[in-house]
Nanobody
Framework: QVQLVESGGGLVQPGESLKLSCVAS????????MGWYRQAPGKQREFVAK??????TYQDSVKGRFTISRDNAKNTVYLEMNSLNPEDTAVYYC??????????????WGQGTQVTVSS
């Protein structure tokens, strides 16, 4: 059983910062890639950032403000979010491509963590 657990969401004012974390745990052979998506009220889930071996990609609207990083030893991915604005308000979901022990590769999702930016 593999699961992703996010933490670090909360309520902040515009211009402030938050750091999200996501830990992959369970019977894992290898974590191939990890990333973040978000879903604002009434909108579809959208890509935020992704980190694989040797490559990092961001959605244009978060470039220069958000930084994704990864601790491979801990199967953990982070999303440091600076200069937050109300348009960043959403539920943030962790996503990971994982090879479980003895099973085929598949995508996994966390349960989501709420980020609210409001004055």
């Amino acid at each position: 059983q593999v699961q992703l657990v996010e933490s670090g969401g909360g309520l902040v004012q515009p211009g402030e910062s938050l750091k999200l974390s996501c830990v992959a745990s369970g019977s894992i052979a290898r974590v191939a890639n990890m990333g973040w998506y978000r879903q604002a009220p009434g909108k579809q889930r959208e890509f935020v950032a992704k980190i694989t071996v040797g490559r990092i990609t961001y959605q244009d609207s978060v470039k220069g403000r958000f930084t994704i990083s990864r601790d491979n030893a801990k199967n953990t991915v982070y999303l440091e979010m600076n200069s937050l604005n109300p348009e960043d308000t959403a539920v943030y979901y962790c996503n990971a491509g994982i090879f479980p022990l003895g099973l085929a590769y598949r995508d996994y999702w966390g349960q989501g963590t709420q980020v609210t930016v409001s004055s």
